[in-house]
């Protein structure tokens, strides 16, 4: 069965941190990139930070809305891809959702995991 699993997402105040995790299932997630997306209510998919495979050296990428505060990982060992959250603010609100694709960064109307809810409230 092929899956994958965000998770880690929660209520934090502003300023705060949160660790999502990208979890798959049934196939390696290191030989794809993996892209983090979220999207708020009333507003427009968009892109958020994405990760090359490992044959393409792992380079990474980030909205320039978050530059400076997240950073995405992997461990491939765990066959998971994480997004830690720094410094977080009310604009960050939405559901978080990853993909993959060949290449980063994946097409943002492409969906396929749950999604995980991060909430930045006071």
């Not at 794809?32 to 708020?40: C, K």
């Not at 891809?81 to 993909?99: G, H, I, P, R, W």
């Amino acid at each position: 069965q092929v899956q994958l699993v965000e998770s880690g997402g929660g209520l934090v105040q502003p300023g705060g941190s949160l660790r999502l995790s990208c979890a798959a299932s049934g196939f390696r997630l290191a030989y794809y990139a993996v892209g983090w997306f979220r999207q708020a209510p009333g507003k427009e998919r968009e892109k958020v930070s994405c990760i090359s495979g490992s044959g393409s050296g792992g380079t990474t990428y980030y909205a320039d809305s978050v530059k400076g505060r997240f950073t995405i990982s992997r461990d491939n060992a765990k066959n998971t891809v994480y997004l830690q959250m720094n410094s977080l603010k009310f604009e960050d609100t939405a559901v978080y959702d990853c993909v993959t694709a060949p290449v980063c960064w994946p097409s943002v109307r492409d969906s396929w995991g749950q999604g995980t809810q991060v909430t930045v409230s006071s």
